[in-house]
């Protein structure tokens, strides 16, 4: 990566990409895993790239971390133990040590490189890190997943694309792992991609979690530096019928503003379900 544009060219959009203007680049190296890049763009900020994809960008991350973790948390009626599978930002983290009802967060991240590279150039994100609710753990995710029973509330994975490191996180064995780890009433979200250039692997995702949850719903975001600037979350809930799309819990107006929620609220929560036709029609079962 020079100057000029980065652009995020892969086979999971094909035929199409974004590009960011590039002011420096600040950080290269390989990790035991993956390519770290940090680049300093024009005018989004700070980006995070890993193996070419871009994981976030200073000036948008905040709608993807808010939903990938409000959703959830606030679809259960009394999130106390929660789980973050990948996440090495530290935005999630950073998210879920808001609610209120938290008292213990467990992160499981593969890539020791990713935290320390956030650490260093990313501290909006790696202020995450610093909850004192949070423990730490530097593994495998679905390695985690097999030796965790019946421990957590709230499951949130926040996983690279299925290439690479996290290509088991996507499988119906790993949501099985995640129906294991979870207590009565548990909820599960995952990273799910978008329904304009992945529809068939977001299907396929949703009906490896349905193999396994009794509810099981894709919910919506938007998040322009993420292709087709669209994202979204496949969230599970282990009883059937429960009602995902309205929220159990709701922050106050001034939780809102002191926490700095600056994209999750009540009502978008209930309309980050609601899809499409054409989306609707492949997604519902
Ligand atoms: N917070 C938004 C950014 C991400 S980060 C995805 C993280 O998942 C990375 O830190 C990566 O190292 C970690 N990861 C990948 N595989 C595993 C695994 N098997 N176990 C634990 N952690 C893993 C998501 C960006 C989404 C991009 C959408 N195009």
């Given at each position: 990566i020079k100057k000029g544009y980065f652009s995020e060219k892969n086979d999971l959009w094909p035929g199409q990409c974004f590009s960011l203007e590039v002011k420096e680049v600040l950080h290269h190296e390989k990790s035991d895993f993956q390519d770290i890049v940090v680049l300093k763009t024009k005018n989004h900020g700070r980006a995070l790239i890993l193996d070419g994809i871009i994981q976030c960008t200073e000036h948008d991350e905040f709608a993807y971390q808010e939903m990938i973790s409000f959703l959830p948390l606030c679809a259960h009626e009394n999130p106390l133990k929660v789980l973050i599978v990948g996440g090495g930002d530290g935005g999630v983290a950073r998210e879920v040590s808001k609610h209120p009802n938290v008292r213990e967060i467990v992160q499981v991240?593969?890539?020791?490189?990713v935290i320390d590279v956030s650490k260093q150039y990313l501290p909006?994100?790696?202020?995450?890190?610093?909850?004192?609710?949070?423990?730490?753990?530097?593994?495998?995710?679905?390695e985690y997943m097999r030796k965790h029973k019946n421990e957590f509330d709230v499951i949130i994975t926040?996983?690279?694309?299925?290439?690479g490191p996290a290509v088991n996180l996507f499988t119906t064995s790993y949501f099985q792992l995640l129906k294991e780890a979870l207590k009565p009433n548990g909820i599960v979200?995952?990273?799910?991609?978008?329904?304009?250039s992945q529809l068939a692997h977001v299907q396929d995702t949703l009906t490896n979690c349905r193999r396994h949850f009794g509810?099981?719903?894709?919910?919506?975001?938007?998040?322009?530096t993420y292709p087709t600037g669209q994202i979204g979350f496949?969230?599970?809930?282990?009883?059937?019928n429960a009602n995902l799309d309205?929220?159990?819990f709701k922050f106050?107006?001034?939780?809102v503003d002191t926490l700095r929620l600056r994209y999750y609220n009540e009502k978008l929560h209930t309309a980050s379900f609601v899809l499409p036709n054409f989306a609707k029609k492949i997604l519902d079962t």
């Open positions: 991240e593969i890539d020791k490189k909006f994100m790696s202020l995450g890190f610093s909850s004192p609710k949070l423990a730490l753990k530097i593994c495998d995710g679905f926040d996983s690279s694309d299925p290439i979200c995952s990273q799910a991609g978008t329904v304009w509810t099981v719903k894709y919910a919506v975001a938007s998040v322009p496949v969230i599970g809930a282990l009883e059937s309205v929220p159990k106050s107006e001034e939780e």
